[in-house]
Each structure stands twice: as structure tokens, then as C-alpha cells.
């Protein structure tokens, strides 16, 4: 619970998908979008329609210690949010790029190619923020905070990411297809959809080492990809509350600051 101070604040008041491990991370896992109908009283939910079920879903909120403890208990070992909040469901506060190496292409590829999009979103007045996957990869956040659809985040992303692989067609790919993948960064841009959920800010990521999708710095990023060193970034929960002790939340920028996608790049 000494990680709650800087997790809860990117997960209070957004509908949460569970990912469960009920007989620990080498056992059978299962996602669950459905908050628990035993749930306590105390746990609050959010309603939001669902095109797919075509009916209204009962997401869990996650808004305080109480309730992440409760989540504990449930073997709930992954967070993943919805981009939006409760109260405005169809308004995404911030956009996702995920970059997701196929072998042979490995974490290092992802930060150079990270790098890269970094400069390129500047070059559109964006400021953008890393955080480790806790795996393999490596997930870029470009906080908006301001008046936005689904429709463009996801439009103004997958353009992006087009850009990228024109630019470098044999080390990158925005296609999901594993066959177009082979020793290519895939620049996963369709997370930005207003029912699709990504692994959150502080989560643990179920491995039989506990990793933790931290927050990192773009100096941090450059030192790794420099060094070689793919370790530089690999945080285990402990690690990932001594870091927080020293260095305070590297995400709470993505909470409050406000950005204006520019027109779709052609």
C-alpha cells in the first residue's frame, strides 16, 4: 500500500479491467471488465455502454487505499484503465503510442524508436512521457487534458505511427499482423479507442519477477539505449517505492497538463 500516494491518482475515477491470478503468475489469469458482484458496498462503480455487449458494463473504480487493498485480495495483480474518465467516458484525457518489439528486435530497438518519436511529436508543440511496459516494451504517453475525441486521438496517432514506418520501414510497423512484425518495433497506436484498456502507471506486471510499469525519464531512456543496458530500466516493486521515495511521481505532468493536438500530419 506505500505505492497507493502515486497510484491512485492515475486510476481514481476510471473504469478498470482486472487482470486476475487467481493461482498466481503461473497459473491460469482471466481479464474481468464486470466489477465483482460481491463487491463490498463500499467500492464504487461507473457505468459505460458497451457497443460490443450492446448493454451498459459495471467497471470498478479504484478511488482509495481501501479499495486497491480489495483488489489485492482478488489476486488482481494488473491494473489497465480506460484513457477516459467515468464521468466523460467518450473523452480520452491522454493518448497512448505502445512499442512492442518482435524478436530479434528487442527493448533496445523500442527506446530508439521511442527517441525518435519523442522529437517528432515536439516538432507538433507535444510534449510526450515513457514509462517501461514492466516487460518488454515500452509505453509513451502524451498527456491532453483538453477537449478531445476518441475519433482523434486514435486518427492523430495511427498517422504517427505511419509516419514512423515510412521513415523506417525495416525497423518499424503499424500493423498488428505477427507475420509484418519479425525483428520490427510494432508502434501499437490503436490502444486510443474508447473501450480499449491500457496497463496503467505503478502496476505490477505478473511475472515471476515483479516488475512494475515505472515512470521514466527520457535522460534515463537515452543513458539505457547508450549503455546498452536494457537492465537500466527494469524496476521490481521495491525498487519502484525506493525510486518514488527519492524522485517523487515522473507521471504527475500527464495528470494536469493540458496539450492541443495540431491537425493530422498528411
Not at 83 to 106: C, H, Q, R, S
Not at 121 to 144: A, D, I, M, Q, Y
Request: charged share 25%; proline share 9%.
Amino acid at each position: 500500500m506505500s505505492i497507493a500516494p502515486v497510484l491512485l491518482p492515475h486510476i481514481s475515477d476510471r473504469p478498470l479491467t482486472l487482470k486476475r491470478y487467481p493461482n498466481g503468475v503461473d497459473g491460469m489469469f482471466f481479464y474481468e471488465k464486470r466489477c465483482p458482484m460481491h463487491r463490498p458496498p463500499w467500492v464504487p462503480t461507473a457505468k459505460i455502454w458497451s457497443d460490443t455487449n450492446e448493454d451498459n458494463i459495471d467497471y470498478c473504480l479504484c478511488n482509495d487505499r481501501a479499495t486497491l487493498a480489495w483488489l489485492g485480495n482478488l489476486a488482481c495483480l494488473e491494473l489497465h484503465t480506460l484513457l477516459a474518465k467515468a464521468e466523460a467516458p467518450d473523452k480520452p484525457t491522454t493518448m497512448v503510442f505502445d512499442f512492442d518489439p518482435g524478436a530479434p528486435a528487442d527493448i533496445l530497438d523500442c527506446l530508439r524508436i521511442g527517441l525518435h518519436m519523442r522529437d517528432v511529436l515536439r516538432n507538433f508543440g507535444l510534449e510526450s512521457f515513457p514509462k517501461t511496459s514492466g516487460g518488454k516494451g515500452l509505453h509513451l504517453w502524451v498527456p491532453l487534458n483538453t477537449p478531445i475525441t476518441f475519433e482523434q486521438t486514435k486518427q492523430f496517432a495511427h498517422a504517427v505511427a505511419l509516419l514512423l514506418e515510412n521513415e523506417n520501414p525495416k525497423e518499424v510497423t503499424s500493423v498488428m499482423r505477427k507475420d509484418l512484425r519479425v525483428g520490427k518495433v510494432l508502434i501499437d497506436w490503436s490502444q486510443n479507442d474508447s473501450h480499449k484498456t491500457t496497463a496503467c502507471a505503478y502496476t505490477l506486471r505478473a511475472r515471476s519477477q515483479p516488475t512494475v510499469s515505472t515512470p521514466v525519464t527520457w535522460e534515463e531512456v537515452s543513458k539505457a539505449l547508450k549503455k546498452k543496458d536494457p537492465s537500466m530500466l527494469t524496476f521490481t516493486a521495491p525498487q519502484v517505492l525506493d525510486r518514488v521515495s527519492r524522485v517523487g511521481d515522473l507521471f504527475a505532468p500527464v495528470l494536469k497538463l493540458k496539450q492541443r493536438l495540431p491537425k493530422v500530419p498528411g
